[in-house]
Antibody, heavy 116, light 106 residues
Framework: QVQLKESGPGLVQPSQTLSLTCTVA????????VHWVRQPPGKGLEWMGV???????RYNSALKSRLSISKDTSKSQVFLKMNSLQTEDTATYYC??????????WGQGVMVTVSS | EIVLTQSPTTMAASPGEKVTLTCLAS?????IYWYQQKSSASPKLLIY???SLASGVPDRFSGSGSGTSYSLTISSMEAEDAAIYYC?????????FGSGTKLEIK
């Protein structure tokens, strides 16, 4: 059964670094791409970046200087790190798989609040 | 960056009514994908490659379009279809979502 689950701190202080983990099950990260998407409260979806099955990455240019996505295929985990967080980075962060169709499975999301 | 403009922003439909949502792209895209998001749940894939129905999605949903103009149609509105609908383009990075259409039941 395909599953993705995000985990990480619910609260991050301004200017600090956010670290999130997406733990997957039911498929191999060597065969499928995983995206990160975020959604500020009451707002729409923003694509952040992707790690391809090959290990290559592509980032949203608006976030590129702050964002890093990596993975540990042996642990079935994908990692997101974003530095210099500001209040506007408060959002629910999702990981999603590119399967037989794009973004066919999503995690439940993790809410991150940036506040002192 | 390709901007996707969805319309209307909000609408309400009666049970049984036909509903059409629009997604306009600022540049031509190869395909559009449609996602449904209810309350605080994760988005769910409805339509891929513009017009293909995702597994388990009722056949009252359909998609069409080409170039810069795309639409999602619900042939007969049901209460469970009340949600926010987003279109997505994967033609060029950054991949972009539309701002969403909130569909309510009358």
């Amino acid at each position: 059964q395909v599953q993705l689950k995000e985990s990480g701190p619910g609260l991050v202080q301004p200017s600090q670094t956010l670290s999130l983990t997406c733990t997957v099950a039911g498929f191999s990260l060597t065969s499928y791409n995983v995206h990160w998407v975020r959604q500020p409260p009451g707002k729409g979806l923003e694509w952040m970046g992707v790690i391809w099955n090959t290990g290559g990455t592509r980032y949203n240019s608006a976030l590129k200087s702050r964002l890093s996505i990596s993975k540990d295929t042996s642990k079935s985990q994908v990692f997101l790190k974003m530095n210099s967080l500001q209040t506007e980075d408060t959002a629910t962060y999702y990981c999603a798989r590119d399967g037989e169709q794009p973004f066919d499975y999503w995690g439940q999301g993790v809410m991150v609040t940036v506040s002192s | 960056e390709i901007v996707l403009t969805q319309s209307p922003t909000t609408m309400a439909a009666s049970p049984g009514e036909k509903v059409t949502l629009t997604c306009l792209a600022s540049s031509s895209v190869n395909y559009i994908y449609w996602y449904q998001q209810k309350s605080s749940a994760s988005p769910k894939l409805l339509i891929y490659y513009t017009s293909s129905l995702a597994s388990g999605v009722p056949d009252r949903f359909s998609g069409s379009g080409s170039g810069t103009s795309y639409s999602l149609t619900i042939s007969s509105m049901e209460a469970e279809d009340a949600a926010i609908y987003y279109c997505l383009q994967l033609t060029s990075t950054p991949f972009t979502f539309g701002s969403g259409t909130k569909l309510e039941i009358k």
